[in-house]
């Protein structure tokens, strides 16, 4: 087996681990079997004496907030709408539709996760930011997963050097790791509520890259844009 046959094989694998483990995750959630757990962690990082105080310095909270937005779902339309424009401009259509398709669809399947599931919000600790949306999974972790990820790959496809891929991923990765932290620290999603956005928006990013790969493979153009050959006339 090839690398590239390696790297598809390590791709399946993660995203079969992923799925399964939020399919345990979820059943653990709806019987509340994680509640506990769920309520000690929120509760620890609240003071003692005053539960709608956070721990930490004075600036914590608000910096918690600055990052949590990177998360909304306004900040992430506006990156998209971005990099969908720039797409356009040099008229990589092929790889726009990979964008917009994984990012909306994505979105869809939380919305009807969240439907499904139908989780209250935390209420043992005061929200510390305004909250619309059920619980579970959290939407910010799987949409900025989806996003930064799918992003974060694309530009990878452009450089040639490792080091540069790895350091592109591993932002996407930052990114999406920071945004679910500040969920649990603000207060309004429950750590299972995160890890279950971070194990869905992955392997629906995943997913997206296997059938992308598989679309590439009967599509020269797709090919020629991946490798950057496409310019604007």
Known sequence: MGTDGIGLLATLLTLVAMGLGFIALSDEVREQETQHFDERVLLSLRRADNPAEPRGPPWLAEAARDVTALGGVSVLALVVGAVGGFLALVRRWRTLALVVGST?????????????????????????????????????????????????ALLAQLVERRWLRAYLVGVALMFTLLIGLTRVYLGVHYPTDVLGGWMAGLAWALLVAVVARAVKRRSPGLREESRGETEPS
């Not at 499904?116 to 959290?138: D, G, I, K, N, Q």
């Open 104 to 152: 909306v669809g994505g979105a869809l399947v939380n919305t009807l996760l969240k439907s499904l599931f139908a989780r209250p919000r935390p209420t043992v600790v005061p929200h510390l930011t305004h909250v619309l949306t059920e619980s579970f999974p959290s939407g910010h972790a799987m949409l900025s997963a989806i996003v930064y990820l799918t992003l974060g």
